[in-house]
């Protein structure tokens, strides 16, 4: 986020976006850089893979040009699919910030899931209150650069695909199924984030539909005692209804 462009009274808050903004966007990239050992030249399932693709060429000659050519070609995938990953957690932090995190169902909750409720994560990582602008940016600007670098990959992988004879859709789907495979440590820990992310959202609007109501002092230590059971298992079957409909 470019500091011209915020007002002067924000000036000093720019620099801690600034630095945060560098920091995440650097262990994302760290991680879309990195050369998983399931991708490397000496790793054995790898190279059986590999050796399966390269039998289902249709040229005679297969060397290990061709071996290093298709572990590019794998890399760029592999990238891809953080990238995407990555991009889809982001988006649910701007779905949740703008309100539009829960989709319409036939059971509707009691309270509205279409307040704007920024994530703990945003709010931790500026470190400033009651900035829905700052968070807007922020985000945006998170996805704007993996829109970028996805664009990148996914060039990179056409180009190699092109220039590599004998590619076909089906040695990359036993790619793309290789790495799924590998993947699924890492898949399976964002996912987790953006459940967490749907159940604090129900949990903020819960809160935010039971202090609209003017509540007292009384009625707000109340609050804080009360068991939630019976609203929480309403907010658990509605994220099981998101999960069966995936």
């Not at 850089?33 to 399931?38: A, H, L, N, S, V």
């Not at 889809?88 to 949740?96: A, G, I, M, R």
């Not at 004998?166 to 040695?171: K, N, S, V, W």
Request: proline share 3%; hydrophobic share 35%.
């Amino acid at each position: 986020m470019d500091v011209s462009i915020l007002p002067k009274n924000q000036g000093l808050l720019s620099t801690t976006i600034t630095n945060e903004k560098n920091s995440i966007m650097e262990e994302i990239r760290v991680e879309i850089e990195k050369i998983p050992t399931y991708l490397t030249k000496r790793n054995t399932s790898f190279k059986e893979m590999i050796h399966q693709a390269l039998s289902m060429l249709t040229i005679v000659t297969k060397n290990n040009h061709q071996m290093e050519e298709l572990r590019k070609i794998a890399i760029s995938i592999y990238q891809i699919m953080v990238i995407q990953t990555y991009h889809l957690l982001w988006t649910v932090y701007l779905k949740s910030g703008t309100g539009q995190l829960i989709m319409p169902s036939k059971t509707e909750p009691s309270y509205s899931t279409t307040v704007p409720i920024w994530p703990k994560e945003i709010k931790t990582l500026l470190k400033v209150t009651n900035e829905n602008e700052m968070y807007l940016n922020f985000v945006h600007n998170q996805l704007h650069q993996l829109e970028q670098r996805l664009k990148q990959s996914q060039t990179e992988l056409n180009l190699r695909a092109h220039h590599f004879q004998g590619y076909t859709l089906t040695i990359q789907k036993m790619i793309n199924t290789y790495i799924e495979q590998h993947l699924q440590p890492f898949l399976l820990t964002i996912d987790h984030q953006i459940e967490l992310i749907h159940y604090d959202y129900h949990i903020e609007a819960l809160k935010f539909e039971y202090f609209r109501h003017k509540t007292n002092e009384y009625q707000v230590c109340f609050f804080d005692k009360i068991n939630f059971s019976f609203h929480l298992s309403n907010i658990l079957g509605t994220i099981n209804e998101r999960n069966l409909s995936k």
